[in-house]
T-cell receptor, first 111, second 114 residues
Framework: SQKIEQNSEALNIQEGKTATLTCNYT??????LQWYRQDPGRGPVFLLL?????KEKRKERLKVTFDTTLKQSLFHITASQPADSATYLCALDEGFQKLVFGTGTRLLVSP | DVKVTQSSRYLVKRTGEKVFLECVQD?????MFWYRQDPGLGLRLIYFSYDVKMKEKGDIPEGYSVSREKKERFSLILESASTNQTSMYLC?????????????FGPGTRLLVL
């Protein structure tokens, strides 16, 4: 089955900088990949989806890239704010309308 | 806005009790999912359902069962709760249509089994 690797260590950055989070997978390239945000004690909230034939997707300050050769997706938050502090989950299509999730990377944005 | 609600935010049960976790979605979604989330292990799929009365095992179904009698409601049942079932339980739903792959999550139920 698909294995997803996200950096388990928290990422600490200063307000205003760009945060870059990494999602690596090991097996087949999925038809699409999604990123979710999760705040403590809450359910994940969908942010962006990128398909296998797309290299890049943007939404306001968010940007996602998808490199099927490297088996990697990068998630960028530009002009980061303390309110962006959360855990970010990468999720891959596993077929049959299921997703497989990474363990998430915690982002801390300091003022 | 899609809304997924779960019956309890926090639950404390004793070992051996039968536990029911309820999930309701209001967007007429065909697919519903139950996950558990544990530190370092991420979200793991317990069961999912793609239609009323239909269910499929996920990655960790042991010790759990599910029920989907109505389209909007998906119940997770712990037949005899054990301490290793202490976890955060998350319900999600999505439409069955192509091009609409987003999963919408409920707020979660934090279950403690003593």
């Amino acid at each position: 089955s698909q294995k997803i690797e996200q950096n388990s260590e928290a990422l600490n950055i200063q307000e205003g900088k760009t945060a870059t989070l990494t999602c690596n997978y090991t097996n087949y390239s999925p038809a699409y990949l999604q990123w979710y945000r999760q705040d403590p004690g809450r359910g994940p909230v969908f942010l962006l989806l990128i398909r296998e034939n797309e290299k890049e997707k943007r939404k306001e300050r968010l940007k996602v890239t998808f490199d099927t050769t490297l088996k990697q997706s990068l998630f960028h938050i530009t002009a980061s704010q303390p309110a962006d502090s959360a855990t970010y989950l990468c999720a891959l299509d596993e077929g049959f309308q299921k997703l497989v999730f990474g363990t998430g990377t915690r982002l801390l944005v300091s003022p | 806005d899609v809304k997924v609600t779960q019956s309890s935010r926090y639950l404390v049960k004793r070992t051996g009790e039968k536990v029911f976790l309820e999930c309701v979605q209001d967007m007429d979604h065909e697919n519903m999912f139950w996950y558990r989330q544990d530190p370092g292990l991420g979200l793991r799929l317990i069961y999912f359902s793609y239609d009323v009365k239909m269910k499929e095992k996920g990655d960790i179904p042991e010790g759990y069962s599910v029920s989907r009698e109505k389209k909007e409601r998906f119940s997770l049942i712990l037949e005899s709760a054990s301490t290793n079932q202490t976890s955060m339980y998350l319900c999600a739903s999505r439409t069955g249509g192509g091009g609409q792959e987003t999963q919408y999550f409920g707020p979660g139920t934090r279950l403690l089994v003593l």
